[in-house]
């Protein structure tokens, strides 16, 4: 269950209250909303890990920003320069066209057994076992798990206490377990402030800001809503993970423009939304079952009309 933190001024109690019980309907596990570094919403009693599915991507995005300020990766970076040759099904002249950023971006040229598929830095398409290779890479320069290095350049600073990685059953075309990431609500929030802050915690400058920058643009023509791994609210068209299909509009059309978000399977949710210096973070759980298709529009509209000042 969540609760109201305090009454605010700006922001109207019962409509937050309406909220929360929407959120709880809809299969919520916890729920944490920040306005202005104050926390209106929070979770009642311990802390729920749970599987946060592909908000994970968005945490990974900011570790290979954090990776290319320490000079260990750069985004234009051939793949083939950090892991060895025919680590694809491809011609190993489209191989070597595959970079850091291709990755990111999601526009592989590769199904998910990373067979060709489409032209390697063309089409948007979705695809969870080349991304994961990103964290091979992070390993294999660091000489750290990758809960080592995201303890150490991430997770610590930032206080978040209930956040690691844990492999899943699937592997990778080479053997290498994929991983999930575990995390709380309160957990997610800190990497929402950290961003709205760019990339500045405890006056550290954590993720470059340029990165930050960078990681909400459109990186591709078809699918201009998706960066590096973060979904920004401005394009006017996107493409959704497994569908293919192009959609007109905003991939939030009641939130506004400048927001930008992580977005995982069954409902589990990052969003940061600079104008009001808000953070919502949203976690939920499998057993909930898929999460209603409008589910985001309708809790923009009830968030929004609660906000009074």
Same mark, same amino acid.
């Given at each position: 269950?969540? !609760? ?7 922001w109207?109690t019962p409509?937050? !209250?309406?909220l929360?019980? %929407? ?30 599915f =592909?908000?994970?991507?968005? *945490? ?6 954090? =990776? !290319?300020?320490k ?24 191989? =070597? ?7 990111? =971006? ?10 060709p ?19 091979? *890479? ?9 809960n ?17 990685? !844990? ?31 760019e ?8 993720? #470059?800001?340029? %990165? ?9 023509s078809?699918? #201009? ?15 959704? #993970? ?10 939030? #059309? ?16 990052? %969003? ?11 976690t ?6 898929k999460?209603?298709?409008?589910f ?14």
């Amino acid at each position: 269950m969540n !609760e109201i933190v305090m009454s605010n001024s700006d922001w109207s109690t019962p409509l937050l !209250e309406e909220l929360i019980q %929407y959120s709880n309907d809809h299969g919520t596990t916890e729920l944490v909303v920040d306005c202005n570094q104050q926390r209106l919403i929070k979770p009642v009693g311990t802390a729920i890990e749970t599987d946060i599915f =592909a908000v994970q991507k968005g *945490i990974l995005s900011l570790l290979i920003g954090i =990776a !290319e300020e320490k000079y260990l990766l750069e985004t234009c970076d051939a793949i083939n320069h950090h892991l060895d040759p025919e680590w694809t099904a491809l011609s190993p002249w489209h191989e =070597a066209s595959v970079t850091i950023e291709t990755l990111l =971006a999601m526009t592989t040229g590769m199904d998910e057994q990373l067979q060709p598929l489409g032209e390697v830095g063309g089409g948007w398409r979705y695809n969870n076992t080349a991304y994961n290779y990103l964290k091979k *890479i992070l390993c294999l320069h660091t000489g750290l798990s990758l809960n080592e290095l995201s303890r150490e350049w991430l997770f610590n600073p930032l206080g978040m206490k209930n956040t690691r990685w !844990e492999a899943r059953e699937q592997k990778l075309p080479d053997g290498t377990a994929i991983t999930g990431l575990q995390s709380t609500a309160d957990d997610l929030a800190k990497i929402g402030r950290l961003v709205l802050n760019e990339g500045v915690w405890n006056d550290m400058q954590i993720v #470059p800001k340029h %990165y930050l920058n960078q990681m909400t643009q459109g990186a591709s023509s078809d699918n #201009p809503a998706w960066g590096f791994c973060w979904w920004n609210n401005c394009a006017d068209q996107f493409m959704l #993970p497994m569908k293919d299909k192009i959609y007109s509009g905003n991939v939030v #059309p009641t939130a506004p423009e400048d927001l930008i978000s992580v977005r995982g399977a069954f409902g589990n949710l990052l %969003y940061i939304l600079p104008r009001y210096s808000l953070v919502v973070a949203r976690t939920r759980k499998t057993e909930a079952g898929k999460s209603a298709p409008d589910f985001e529009s309708e809790f923009w509209r009830r968030l929004l009309l609660a906000k009074l000042n």
